[in-house]
């Protein structure tokens, strides 16, 4: 969850919203796919909100090290969240510049989840990471982004959104800063269609939420209720899978890609 969501919720978090469960599950079978994580690897998660995605993939790969940075963190947060998470092979910081790994490790992986589409030069940024050393051509990068410009909303304007993505626009910003493609997707197709919805609404009807939120941000459901929508989810993305090992490719709100370094 990004930390501007956190800020903005009136309730404790009891149950995570079905959208970041199933997401959570989306990316991790993404990069089970395409790379493997060996056991003392780094993941880099760049962007990483309330560390929802490094503390459940540190479950599933517990002899990797996890180390995590957003510019939102305070001092308090990293101490809030290094203590809930207890776990010594996970590492928060505040700046790129701040990451402290061990001599001459590099980064296998680094995580920009939904975090590129809120840079107003997003090629200016994937090229200043060459900058670091522990950033080479063996890491890969696992970018997800909204998907499509025509559904620009509210939503992404509470978000501070500059842009959303189609597959082609994500491979061309990507490739700008020399990374390299190794798979491009979008998933949740069935998300469109309240998205659409809700576009129609604001740009059509000029009905407009009296409150800019995000429903990630509002979202009290029960556990029964998430494990629903997270399997409808989730049914959604196989389906997507499937179809595109077929070679039919199918739209969704989201899109990802796996990249790395051109050499």
């Known amino acids: 969850m990004d930390l501007l969501e956190v800020k903005n919720r009136t309730n404790a978090i009891t149950v995570r919203h079905p959208w970041e469960q199933a997401r959570l599950i989306v990316s991790q079978k993404l990069i089970n796919r395409n790379l493997k994580l060996n056991d003392g690897d780094v993941v880099l998660d760049i962007g990483c909100g309330d560390t929802y995605v490094i503390e459940n993939l540190s479950r599933a790969y517990p002899k990797v090290f996890f180390y ?9 947060m990293i101490n809030h969240f290094a203590n809930n998470l207890n776990n010594e092979k996970i590492k928060l910081f505040k700046s790129l510049d701040d ?4 001599i001459n490790k590099t980064v296998s992986l680094i995580l920009l989840m939904d975090v590129i589409e809120h840079i107003e030069n997003d090629v200016e940024f994937l090229n200043s990471l060459d900058k670091y050393k522990y950033i080479n051509t063996s890491t890969y990068f696992f970018i997800t982004v909204p998907a499509f410009q025509k559904l620009f909303c509210t939503h992404d304007v509470f978000l501070g959104h500059y842009r959303r993505y ?14 390299k493609s190794q798979s491009v997707g979008y998933f949740f197709i069935s998300l469109l ?6 576009v ?16 990630l941000t509002s979202w009290s459901g029960s556990k029964p209720a998430a494990t629903i929508m997270k399997n409808i989810l989730l ?3 196989y389906c997507s899978l499937f179809l595109k090992s ?8 989201s899109n990802y890609i796996i990249c790395k370094k051109s050499v």
């Open 200 to 215: 129609f609404k604001e740009n059509v009807l000029k009905i407009k939420p009296k409150q800019s939120t995000t429903g």
């Open 246 to 253: 077929i070679g039919i490719n199918i739209a969704g709100l």
């Open 68 to 76: 995590a940075v957003d510019i939102a963190f305070t001092d308090e």
């Open 99 to 102: 990451v402290l790994l061990p």
């Open 193 to 198: 269609f309240p998205r659409i919805f809700q």
């Open 235 to 237: 049914t959604d993305f």
């Open 166 to 179: 189609t597959n082609a626009l994500l491979v061309s910003n990507t490739m700008a800063a020399n990374l």
